[in-house]
């Protein structure tokens, strides 16, 4: 009897041991993050090696803001152009546009304006977003940024959704054409906002943070119906030179972005808030920037300087097994392009002053 007593006892100490041992090594995902124990050369980078254009910058308060706050922050990372993308139109775009004037900076600010789908099923609305869009780039926008809104969010007042390739439209990617400025155009979101929220989806870790970036075929179209609006205004608008931003969501994929970039040629893209993805893949990423050097832009989204930090290295550096700045957007590390002065160049500034038409004075130093 007191040998089963012993036994018992003895079993249910190791049963309570490996309980207690394995509740303290639990550990959740989102916590698991060691520094790397991997000895490399590190080559961290705060200022450009050349003069750049941000292309792909929000600034919602430009009318009002301390501009030399911007000015000073722009030197320090060798920025010689933002660009604010949410000019908004109207009287808030030359609200804007005086206050940069006012600070003298109207060679190191530009601003796109935006376009208000309210009203689109009343009969004069295409004429008359036609004529905001003129009297805007009359007021000194250099371009058109189109919000993901369109496509996602955007509704009529019977709450049907409008699509991105909506025929109402297609005088504005005309005129745009006409007027000789770029449209930057943001559609969908990443691919995996789609997925199953599961162990199999690599932005399972962005998604349990915020959740209401989830999405579905209904929720509120598929992903695909999404993507081939957008090519198809693409198609529809040849005159017209667009920027795809963020990649056109294919930074993953650069095998179908090529084929996209071969079938479109009046398209660019810019690689705002997906340098991730260009920096775990190096070698693919460094022939793509080789064979598409003339029509890839610079641009970042939120504006946030210490983040520039990263795109600096990855374009600049031959670096190897780096973070990038959000994990829930990359959990995986980075390598650097090392690209080549020539192809940084047209990169950093080149491209933006050709495709907005900036001044060049100011880059070549």
Known sequence: MAAVKLLFLSLSLSILSIFVFGQENKMDFEKYDPPSSLKVPE??????KFPFVDLHSHHWNMATQDISILLKEMDAL???????LSGRGGNALKGMI?????????????????????????????ANAVKQLEFDVQNGAKGLKIFKSLGLSTKDKAGNRIAIDDPRLD??????????????????DPAQFWEPFDENNERWLELKTHPGRKRSDTDPAPFSTLIKEQHHVFQKHTKTTFINAHFGWMANDLDSL?????????????????????????????????????????GKDAYNPEE?????????????????YK?????????GLNLPDKILKKIYYQNAVRIVGLKKEGFEK
């Not at 060798?78 to 604010?84: E, K, L």
């Not at 520039?308 to 990038?324: G, I, M, N, Q, S």
């Not at 994990?327 to 390598?335: N, S």
């Open 43 to 48: 080559h961290p980078l705060t200022k450009a």
């Open 78 to 84: 060798n920025m010689q152009v933002c660009i604010n």
């Open 98 to 126: 005086e206050n940069v004037k006012k600070y003298g900076a109207e060679d190191r600010i530009a601003i796109f304006t935006n376009v208000s789908f309210n009203g689109i099923e009343e009969s004069d609305w295409s």
């Open 171 to 188: 005088p504005i990617w005309a005129k745009c054409g006409e007027l000789g400025i770029p449209v930057l155009i943001h559609s969908a």
């Open 258 to 298: 090529s084929r996209f970039l071969d079938v479109f040629p009046h398209v660019n893209v810019e690689f705002g808030a997906v340098i991730a993805e260009l920096g775990r893949q190096p070698r693919r990423a460094g022939s793509f920037f080789e064979k598409y050097q003339d029509r890839i832009l610079f």
């Open 308 to 324: 520039y930090f990263t795109y600096f290295r990855v374009l600049e550096t031959a670096d190897e097994y780096f973070p990038y």
């Open 327 to 335: 994990r829930y957007h990359a959990f995986w590390k980075m390598y």
